[in-house]
């Protein structure tokens, strides 16, 4: 019972990132970003050069966090100047991960799947790192919408068109945000992809579950700060369904 009950709780962690970055992405920035599952492979490539070619663990997962933020941000620019609703944005967000899926299979030719030979993040290690993860964007948040910016976020989640009126630059709060999920995806892929078989759909999964529960943390309609704490609740949820059902 009590190995049920972590697994419950690592897995509350897990999918409460995840569904947190979906959400702040189609809140901030107006379209679903049905790439992160795409930048969540990224990461878990990039974790597994560095560990397969023997390279410092922290350039790493600070290697795919930097270059994860490029890619969204360069996502970002791509729906701005092609993407005229918030439905062409995300099929423009679907073309580019599976762009990005395609680049990862042909830059990596040894296997379909690959497998780092050795248990290099314990699994106690990883459940702490997806734990500090899981505080640290917790309190980042909490802290932004304390400020200044937070009421302009919360404007935006509100009505955005009113936002640009008022004098709020919503693009550029888009654009960060793209960046910043973005990089919480894929430190995600850095982190746990090395307790399985990486391939280039490994992001999949994880991101059909995070729409799930931002979706339904949607019903109770709240934003900034309150918002996000619900969908850990849904998460919870989430995972005490699954619990029981696999």
Not at 75 to 83: D, Q, R, T, Y
Not at 161 to 176: F, H, M, P, Q, R
């Amino acid at each position: 019972m009590a190995v049920s009950f972590i697994s419950v709780i690592s897995s509350t962690i897990f999918l409460s990132i995840f569904a947190v970055a979906v959400s702040l992405n189609f809140r901030i920035a107006r379209f679903l970003n049905l790439s992160h599952g795409s930048i969540y492979a990224l990461g878990g490539y990039i974790s597994f050069f560095t560990f397969s070619l023997h390279f410092n663990a922290f350039l790493g997962f600070l290697t795919s966090a930097v270059f994860s933020f490029i890619t969204g941000a360069i996502l970002f620019l791509l729906v701005k100047k092609i993407g005229k609703n918030l439905l062409e944005a995300t099929i423009i967000s679907l073309g580019f991960g599976i762009g990005l899926e395609e680049i990862l299979r042909l830059t990596n030719r040894t296997g379909y799947y690959l497998i780092i030979g050795e248990n290099v993040i314990p699994t106690d290690l990883r459940e702490n790192l997806n734990f500090l993860i899981f505080l640290l964007v917790f309190f980042f948040l909490l802290a932004i919408y304390r400020s200044q910016t937070g009421i302009k976020l919360k404007f935006i989640e509100e009505d955005s068109t009113l936002a640009e009126i008022y004098g709020v630059n919503t693009e550029k709060y888009a654009l960060l945000c793209t960046g910043f999920t973005s990089s919480i995806i894929a430190s995600l892929g850095f982190i746990n992809s090395t307790s399985q078989a990486i391939f280039p759909a490994i992001g999949w999964s994880p991101l059909i579950s995070g729409i799930l529960i931002a979706a339904f943390a949607s019903i109770f309609r709240t934003t900034g700060f309150l918002h996000y704490l619900r969908i850990s609740a849904v998460a919870l949820v989430y995972s005490l369904i699954l619990s029981f059902i696999i």
